[in-house]
């Protein structure tokens, strides 16, 4: 049966959580993303954010992953809600934590305010490869995705407690020295694999195989959402921390909850890694973007499609489709579940 995440509401007095991964968390997500790219669709994103003038963050792709954050801080709380969906432990309601999910303006960059990252990853997801995106909207609809994959993968922007996501339970370090759990995960978890993003990128990605590969894959964000829930019920909170706000003193974390929390992060930032990759080699697929960051609204379907369509039957996007399944080597079911999603998000 599938894994319920049912009723009830969120909407609590608090705002939800402040931020996420930290910037070397995002940065990670990103560099094991750019590494899941095929070599045309690494070239889309690098012109796409060629294009991009605004000074909050660097223009490479790892730098864009934490732009979401800075947008958030310099002026625009009207997207503060869009990093997180506030499943609550004790009664779990994706819907209600989603808002009822609310139509999305038009462009989804202009709202509206309550709307959850499940829902907001699906509506850039969309806008990012649909072939009449604006070149201004496209930017925006990338660097949202390349910060939101990682939010949706951090558990406690997945869960809450009744305690805003963690961010008002303090845990007992040893000593005098105390740290939000929220932060905790953000931070200390991901500051344990390494100083340098680029490389613990490269370590985590080495370790995934084939098969977690495929099995991540297949998943879209409401079920990334739901296994983040299940770290967060199963490793983040197993500190024991009563809901609410009101723990009283700092909560001393358990034996070996640093190891537990520490591969969990990991590999939440492995799945994020691949997923995002995999969304962005989709979602450019068939999308033509200028190399000099001047960005043409898109284009024509490639030369000779539509005359092979007509004589098979088939779509120019069912066959452009399955000339990316042949260049990445997929075969069978694999190939089936990309051609699916690939034919989806090209409409
Ligand atoms: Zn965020």
């Known amino acids: 049966m599938r894994i ?121 997801e969309s806008e990012l490869g649909a072939l009449g995106t604006s070149p201004g909207e496209r930017l925006l609809s990338l660097k949202f995705l390349l910060h939101f994959a990682g939010d949706l993968h951090q558990p406690l922007h997945a869960s809450d407690n009744h305690d805003r996501g963690g961010n008002c339970v303090l845990l007992s370090l040893g000593g005098v020295r105390t740290q939000n759990l929220h932060a905790y995960w953000d931070t200390t978890v991901v500051e344990a694999l390494g100083s340098d993003p680029a490389a613990i990128a490269m370590m985590l990605r080495g370790r995934i195989t084939p098969a977690q590969r495929a099995l991540w894959q297949a998943a879209d964000a409401q079920a990334w959402a739901q296994e983040a829930f299940i770290v967060a019920r199963s490793v983040v909170y197993t500190i024991g921390s009563p809901p609410g706000c009101d723990s009283g003193a700092p909560v001393a974390l358990p034996d070996g909850y640093d190891t537990r929390a520490q591969a969990a992060a990991a590999l939440q930032l492995e799945r994020a890694g691949v997923r995002l990759g995999e969304m962005l080699n989709l979602a450019l697929a068939r999308v033509q973007i200028s190399t000099t960051g001047i960005i043409p609204a898109v284009t024509a379907p490639v030369a000779g499609a539509s005359d092979r369509a007509a004589e098979s039957g088939r779509t120019p996007a069912s ?29």
């Open 4 to 124: 319920l995440i049912a009723l009830a509401v969120l909407v609590s007095a608090f705002p939800g959580p402040a931020s996420a991964w930290g910037y070397k968390g995002h940065q990670v997500v990103a560099d094991i993303a750019r590494a899941e790219l095929t070599p045309a669709v690494r070239a889309k994103v690098d012109a796409i954010l060629a294009g991009d003038t605004d000074p909050l963050t660097g223009h490479d792709m790892a730098a864009e992953a934490t732009w979401a954050d800075a947008f958030r801080s310099h002026g625009h709380r009207e997207t503060a809600q869009w990093h997180f969906v506030d499943t609550e432990l004790d009664h779990p309601d994706v819907d209600a934590a989603c808002f009822g999910h609310p139509t999305a303006n038009s462009p989804a960059s202009a709202g509206p305010e309550r709307d959850c990252v499940i829902d907001k990853v699906r509506e850039f």
């Open 319 to 347: 066959l452009e489709c399955s000339a990316e399944a042949d260049q990445r080597g997929l075969h069978g079911k694999e190939r089936q579940r990309f051609r699916r999603k690939c034919i989806r998000l090209a409409r």
